[in-house]
């Protein structure tokens, strides 16, 4: 028990928190983003692969690292245009379009990596981002090293939050977001576009989704690795429902799950000799199905998630 | 009322595939008139309306606005926006309100450019209290929609629509979901908008508010114009001929003698999640030979009524008795075999398969039957058999017994459901408003079957919302409340109609 107390009194247990929450932080923002409209993304595992392997090539093509975000941005956002596209005018099944956008942005992934570099064993390595080393701020007691040893992606993820609060909860066009999520007939009678504000809501929480990818490939590591996504995209998508679709619980979920990472780690090291690593491994997995049958019960959804609207049949 | 012309239809088509459901309609208003638009279920009045505001585009025909100085150009049609921009405001029979948020974002959503960083709620907030003081349309603003009553609701649309400074204001059956006193204090609105010069279609088919409330009365048959009459020197007879072309018969209620109890209903409760889905301690007896008629505005207790006796909800406390024998396993299928028949409210969702066969739909009550099936193998050449005899019998009209159910109109719906539920004879029957939407032939079919059971010796309960329907066809006469029965002997609409609310008469 001392020992897990050590560790959550710890400065590097809560940054490597933080730095693990990361990359969930933008998947979750964008996946709520999208599902806020009344469109489901299961297209998120493949546009964080998209938005790993765009950011890191062209950065290693010399677009320089903020070129590289921006780069996976509208890769994200493209993919996103062919979600939007497949289910909201065609109103195809967001779940099959959503499962096939990840199997085909995945694949094409590893497939333009393999042309790009076809004798390559290991991966090329960029110089990625450094954590930001702000004079004075930096020293502070505790938040200083949390805070601080930080990429300046990390601080993205932070104002993306406070970006998504702001429109969805500050502005007319978050109002109409929130409508046509609700019932698609109140922003059509109010002379509005269902299908213009759907597909920029995909888009823009895909570009979301594709920044998580970017942070894997450009500041937790140097290159780009195969598998390397390993899930987070799904994690983000039961994380929506934990935070009931509200950025600032978002956020929470984030972290909570960043932290239980964390810790499984350092209980390897701790008790690691009496159980095997699987059972650590599994363990957030197991905590956040825990936590999610406690919120989704109370989780209130956009009444018009999942449901195709088309003009005119009413 | 002066004569200034603002808004004119002129010759108006659409059709959706082989149905049309307008030809050639025009039509004229004008300025301060309170214009009803009147035709049975499928007349076209909604898709009239509907292309009006955007929503369909014509097949041919063309419609002038007129601007504030009286200057006439034509709409662009197939464009919300564009009507709104006319001074047109709808407000649809189902209302298009965004639960999730409160009033006055409903209000003004899509009145402020996308673009805009920052929004001013407190002036919108003023502009609408501004326009609430003055119609008296009043809804609690900053609560979610989802929570305001229907007739909140209804009085946050019409806001939505002043909002927008609209000088043309379409409602379509606006009293549909009100008590009769909310819906005259909802025309006094009106009346009052009106007299400052708003312009007013609404559609219904009611012909006591039509001829109480409109100065004028446009009537559509089949989709055609077919006359226009004076408020004034219109009666129920003239404008009920026009609409419906020839006279339909209405079944003759007649007393018949009553039997013994077949449902008792003791001291059943159900605390639902709210006002909507509670009953609180019901007592009810129906005897065989009998309608009892269930009045109220839908939302007071039918819900879980119809729930209880069709065997879909359990009571938390109380019993079910049916044929003097206490019901101990309430669910559908034990309904089913105590011989209760049931006609639920909606019936796309709950009453028909709609991917499965009429045939199939047919049988789906009856599927332990060794006629129909032997160790688990259907018998497909009775089945079929089964269904071709009955759609004769109760004339059920569309692509055959083959077919999937959700092909049918909603008036063969009705009737495939009658089918299935009226030749099994059943003791008890729950009619749960079996003639919303249809139109009056259909309609009279469904009481003339009810009518027919009822003097065969079944009981039956028949829960409307039309208070017209209850009195033509009910022996009795209860009137649910908050989730409570008050059973009257009245037969006076006013009377029922403060029942209804909740007010002792």
Sequence with gaps: MIEILQILLSESFWSASLRIATPLIFGVLGALLCEKSGVLNLGIEGIFVVGAMVGWMAVWLGAGLWGGVLAAALAGALFGLLHGILTVPLGLSQHVSGLAITLFASSLSYFSYRTALPTVSSPPRIDPFQPLDIPILTNLPFLGPVLFQQTALTFLSLFCVLLVWYVLNKTALGVAIKAVGDNPNSVDAQGL????????????????????GAFLTMSAFDAFFFGMVNGRGWICIALVIFASWRPGKALLGAILFGAFDALQVRLQTEVGAFVPSQVFLAAPYLLSIFALVIAARRAEYPRALLTPWFKGQR | MNYKKVLSLKNLS????????????????????????????????????????????????????????????????????????????????????????????????????????????????????????????????????????????????????????????????????????????????????????????????????????????????????????????????????????????????????????????????????????????????????????????????????????????????????????????????EMIAKRVGRIPEDRHRDGIVGSMSVAENLIIEGLNEKKFQNYGMLKRENISKHAEALLTDYDVRGPGSAAPAQLLSGGNIQKLILARVFHEKPLLILANQPTRGLDMGAAADVAHRLIEARDRGAGIILISEDLDEILRLADRILVMHDGAFVETETRDRAELGLLMAGQAA
């Excluded at chain 2, 709620?121 to 349309?137: H, P, T």
């Excluded at chain 2, 408020?231 to 609409?243: C, F, G, R, Y």
């Excluded at chain 2, 509670?278 to 009998?290: A, P, R, W």
Aim: aromatic letters at 4%; a negative charge.
């Design chain 1, 193 to 212: 576009s269902v299908y213009g504000l759907r597909i920029s809501a995909v888009m823009a929480g895909s570009a979301l989704m594709a920044l998580g």
């Design chain 2, 14 to 333: 659409k059709s959706f595939g082989r149905i049309v459901a307008n030809q050639d309609v025009s039509l004229d208003l004008y300025q301060g008139e309170i214009l009803a638009l009147l035709g049975e279920n499928g007349a076209g009045k909604t898709t009239l309306m509907n292309m009006l505001f955007g929503h369909y585009i014509p097949d041919s025909g063309h419609i002038e606005v007129a601007d504030e100085t009286g200057h006439f150009s034509e709409l662009t049609l197939g464009n919300p926006q564009g009507a709104i921009a006319a001074g047109i405001g709808m407000v649809h029979q189902h209302f298009t309100l965004a639960e999730n948020l409160d009033a006055v974002d409903n209000i003004t959503l899509g009145a402020e450019p996308l673009r805009s960083l920052r929004r001013n709620r407190s002036k919108a907030e003023k502009k609408i209290q501004y326009l609430i003081d003055n119609s008296g349309l009043s809804a609690p603003l900053n609560i979610p929609v989802g929570r305001l009553t229907v007739g909140e609701r209804q009085r946050v649309e019409i806001l939505k629509a002043l909002y927008r400074n609209v000088r043309i204001l379409v409602l379509d059956e606006p009293t549909a979901v009100l008590t009769p006193q909310e819906a005259d204090t909802l025309f006094e609105n009106i009346a009052a908008m009106a007299a400052d010069s708003l312009s007013v279609i609404f559609i219904s088919h009611k012909l006591r508010e039509v001829l109480a409330f409109s100065h004028r009365i446009s009537v559509l048959r089949l989709g055609k114009n077919v006359g226009e009459i004076d408020t004034s020197e219109a009666d129920e007879q003239k404008i009920a001929s026009l609409m419906v072309g020839t006279k339909t018969s209405h079944p003759e209620r007649m007393v018949t003698s009553v039997g013994s109890p077949v449902l008792r209903l003791e001291n059943l409760s159900i605390a639902g999640r709210g006002r909507r889905d509670s009953l609180k301690n019901i007592n009810l007896t129906v005897f065989s030979g009998e309608i009892l008629g269930v009045a109220g505005v839908s939302g007071n207790g039918q819900a879980p009524l119809a729930g209880l006796i069709s065997g879909m909800l359990r009571p938390e406390a109380g019993q079910i008795i049916l044929d003097n024998q206490e019901v101990k396993q309430i669910n559908p299928a």
